[in-house]
């Protein structure tokens, strides 16, 4: 059983299984966690913006 850091007692969360399994969490505590919370939107946005530039390109040439 997880310790939940809101409510301050050992119960299961959402977050915690996640954290035993290692996926994203959907509140992240840790500076690792949050890192890993920015890291997928933000390369999502990125492709993007890619492939709008790549079309913008196909269309003026």
Do not use: I, N, Y
Not at 7 to 30: I, Y
């Amino acid at each position: 059983m997880q310790f939940d850091s809101c409510s301050g007692r050992r119960q299961w969360t959402s977050d915690g299984a996640k954290r035993l399994v290692g996926q994203q969490v959907e509140r992240p505590v840790t500076v690792e966690e949050k890192d890993r919370a920015v890291e997928h939107p933000t390369r999502v946005g990125v492709q993007v913006e890619v492939r709008h530039l790549v079309r913008m390109s196909a269309h003026q040439g």
